[in-house]
């Protein structure tokens, strides 16, 4: 999966649905953060709350991997999230059309 | 300082004072990062919180330690803060008292 060039129009269709993706699961993180962030009462819950932070700032970095060696693994995971349509993304080539809902459908 | 020794009537008023400043300063602490929370927008501002809260984690552990060697500086620093008043520590002896004040004016 390596191997596969990115056309500009692939690629200007790519980072589109990449950053949208992106920036939708920013936002429901921050808010489940700031929920939780609202409801502490002590240390514990601080502790508590910064191990969540750790934790899901690493899964967000290693999910969203803008690497075009990464894309299509990444578009795969995020069509089986439902977080991206496949219709989204037409405009790929037939091929890595092929492999998204291939990985989308593991 | 260290070769204090505490009555018991004295680690009483000291444990009640110290614990009144260290859960009164808890929830200033946290509700301050509350804020700060509430009003994330994107990652650089998770990030910003992570920083935030990791400082005033350590700061805050450090400056509530209750050892009987370190307590006559920490209050000392409490009262020149204006956290605890020297009222609420009489009890304990004149020679401590003393110790507290001078690190008070400081």
């Given at each position: 999966m390596q191997d596969f060039t990115w056309s500009p129009k692939e690629k200007q269709i790519a980072r589109t649905v990449f950053e949208s993706a992106a920036v939708a699961e920013e936002q429901e993180l921050l808010e489940r953060l700031k929920t939780q962030a609202a409801a502490m009462k002590n240390m514990e819950d601080l502790w508590a709350l910064q191990n969540v932070i750790r934790d899901s700032e690493r899964k967000y970095q290693e999910k969203y991997d803008y690497r075009y060696s990464q894309l299509i693994a990444v578009f795969g995971g995020l069509v089986r999230e439902g977080r991206?349509?496949?219709?989204?993304?037409?405009?790929?080539?037939e091929e890595k059309m092929k492999y998204i809902e291939r990985i989308a459908s593991l």
């Open positions: 991206v349509s496949i219709g989204a993304l037409h405009g790929l080539s």
